[in-house]
Every structure is written in C-alpha cells, then in structure tokens.
C-alpha cells in the first residue's frame, strides 16, 4: 500500500509547517490527488487515522479534492477521460497533452 508512505509524506510536512508557524495543533490537511495517480482516497484515509495518533494532527481530518484527468489534442479540444481512453472526441487522434490529472499537492493546512 503505496499509500502509506505518500500519507507519512503529508503528515510529516504538515507537522514540520505547523511547528514552524508555531501552531499547537493541526485541524485540517486539504489535499488535491490527479486521478491517474492511482492513489485510493479509503487507502489514504486509513493511514491518515493509523499515522496522526499522538501527534500534533491527532484531531485533524484530511480533506481530499479529487482532480479528473484533462488533455489537449492537438486540433486544440480540451476532453477530460479516464486513464484508458485518451483519444480526442472531436477528431479521434490519439496525439493529445495532459493537462492535469496526475497531482499529489497539499494545498492548506488549518492550524491552532
């Protein structure tokens, strides 16, 4: 589970901001996660609850912004799609640019 290591990831930068700041607690940890990441939101949930126990993000709770895959062919359509099917609805070639899709990012982080 891949997804333990990206949570520790998140926990230990939102407690070493947190400190930084001199908070004394950590609320909330907003995160955006691509589609194609492949990250599993239940996955991430349940090491966010197993990792934060005893820490200053103890009470927080993880809010998770979803980020559907979007592309650009090259006849200029923006599509959104699944990580199977990237080919251009309006012209059918396969030639495209994701644009987005593929992010793993803390956005905020509440603290006390």
């Known amino acids: 589970m891949h997804e333990m290591g990206i949570t ?44 934060k126990r005893d820490t200053m993000a103890e009470d927080a709770t993880l809010a998770v912004t979803h980020v559907p895959a979007l592309s650009r062919c090259i006849c200029g359509a923006e599509f959104e799609h699944d990580r199977f099917s990237i080919t251009c609805p309006e012209c059918d070639n396969f030639a495209c640019e994701l644009i987005q899709g593929r992010e793993l990012r803390i956005d905020s982080i509440e603290v006390d």
Request: hydrophobic share 50%; net charge negative.
């Open 8 to 51: 520790q990831g998140i926990l230990s930068t939102a407690i070493a901001v947190a400190k930084e700041k001199s908070a004394t607690r950590i609320v909330e940890v907003r995160i955006s996660v691509g589609e194609l990441t492949e990250v599993v939101e239940d996955a991430l949930q349940f090491a966010f609850e197993s990792l």
